[in-house]
């Protein structure tokens, strides 16, 4: 059974600084991998998208990472701003059954 | 190009009764899975609708239950809920292969009294 661990759960940081959130998952079986944010309340908006083959992707102050062999992602925030204040959510989509797995998510304030 | 939209955003119903859930993917977009979110539980995967077919389901009782139409809409009913039915329930649409990108909406939030 696929397992997704995201670490750390919760995460203060100032204004400014660059960060890592970490996501694994114990099954190498998958098609990708996908980054979510959630605010409060809200559906998730994808941030970004990770095809299996691949082993980073960048969109603007995000880059992503993928070690399918290890089972490891790292979601690198740059520059931080208050408005990255959400929780991040990793979800991997596996192959058998295609339906997406999630971790519990980090929780993210960033200080002003 | 409009979102996955999805209604009511907001319910409230009493232990037995049964709701349905509605759902509208983005254009061109054949499957639409349907996922719970609680606290203790986190992202849980209901079940998956592929012209009009339910192409996969989680491990849920039988009281979950679904169906996609064929303009690709889709509804989610619940019958005789339970307080542990209280969640937000979210609707997924993407296109249909296993490498797409999958797109949320922004949840119906179900409160069981």
């Known amino acids: 059974k696929q397992e997704v661990t995201q670490i750390p759960a919760a995460l203060s940081v100032p204004e400014g600084e660059n960060l890592v959130l970490n996501c694994s998952f114990t099954?190498?079986?998958?098609?990708?991998l996908q980054w979510f944010r959630q605010d409060p309340g809200k559906g998730l908006t994808s941030l970004l998208l990770?095809?299996?083959?691949?082993r980073e992707q960048t969109s603007g102050r995000l880059n992503a990472s993928l070690d399918k062999s290890s089972g490891r992602s790292t979601l690198y925030i740059a520059a931080s701003q208050p408005g990255d204040s959400a929780t991040y959510l990793c979800?991997?989509?596996?192959?058998?059954?295609?339906?997406?797995?999630f971790g519990a998510g980090t929780i993210l304030r960033v200080k002003s | 190009k409009a979102g996955v939209t999805q209604t009511p955003r907001y319910l409230i119903k009493t232990r037995g009764q049964q709701v349905t859930l509605s759902c509208s993917p983005i254009?061109?977009?054949?499957?639409v899975s349907w996922y719970q979110q609680t606290p203790g539980q986190g992202l849980q995967f209901l079940f998956e609708?592929?012209?009009?077919?339910?192409?996969n389901k989680g491990n849920f009782p039988g009281r979950f239950s679904g169906r996609q139409f064929s303009n690709s809409r889709s509804e989610m009913n619940v019958s005789t809920l339970e307080l542990g039915d209280s969640a937000l329930y979210l609707c997924?649409?993407?296109?249909?292969?296993?490498?797409?990108?999958?797109?949320f909406g922004p949840g119906t939030r179900l409160t069981v009294l």
């Open positions: 979800a991997v989509r596996e192959e058998y059954g295609n339906k997406l797995v």
């Open positions: 997924a649409s993407r296109r249909g292969g296993g490498t797409d990108t999958q797109y």
């Open positions: 990770i095809q299996s083959s691949q």
């Open positions: 254009s061109g977009h054949r499957s």
């Open positions: 099954d190498s079986a998958i098609y990708n």
């Open positions: 609708y592929f012209s009009e077919t339910q192409r």
